[in-house]
């Protein structure tokens, strides 16, 4: 199942950049105003679209392109020093965009409780 996700991540991104997203997908500013919710529906237990150990390696990939620290430093092997952050960048993003469309797919079906009541979703 690891292998089959980490492709879906490129496949996502890949669909994405060319333009080729599904109708009525939600668009880039939908799927990062979801990431906060998202973040909070797997850690309640919620939605289980993505496990605590994905949501985990986001985490660590976010603050992996972000750190000064890396694997390969760019200083010295300028373009190899490049392409781990581009790999990680790139399955990042891919990753957030699988996962969100399928979290707001997701919500779209859930019922809305208001003053205690399930109401229908529209």
């Given at each position: 199942?690891?292998?089959?996700?980490?492709?879906?991540?490129?496949?996502?991104?890949?669909?994405?950049?060319?333009?080729?997203?599904?109708?009525?997908a939600p668009?880039?500013?939908?799927?990062m105003a979801?990431?906060?919710?998202?973040?909070?529906?797997?850690?309640?237990?919620?939605?289980?679209?993505?496990?605590?150990?994905?949501?985990?390696?986001m985490g660590?990939?976010?603050?992996?392109?972000?750190?000064?620290?890396?694997?390969?430093?760019?200083?010295?092997?300028?373009?190899?020093?490049?392409?781990?952050?581009?790999?990680?960048?790139?399955?990042?993003?891919?990753?957030?965009?699988?996962?969100?469309?399928?979290?707001?797919?997701?919500?779209?079906?859930?019922?809305?409780?208001?003053?205690?009541?399930?109401?229908?979703?529209?």
């Open positions: 199942m690891g292998r089959v996700r980490r492709t879906a991540a490129f496949v996502a991104l890949w669909r994405y950049a060319r333009g080729a997203s599904k109708p009525g668009g880039l500013a939908a799927r979801a990431v906060p919710r998202l973040i909070g529906a797997v850690l309640s237990g919620r939605w289980r679209g993505v496990g605590r150990g994905r949501l985990g390696l660590l990939a976010v603050l992996y392109v972000l750190s000064p620290v890396d694997l390969v430093p760019e200083g010295l092997l300028l373009a190899v020093g490049l392409v781990d952050d581009a790999v990680v960048l790139s399955w990042l993003a891919g990753s957030v965009l699988d996962a969100t469309e399928r979290f707001i797919a997701w919500e779209h079906v859930q019922p809305q409780i208001i003053d205690g009541r399930t109401v229908p979703d529209g």
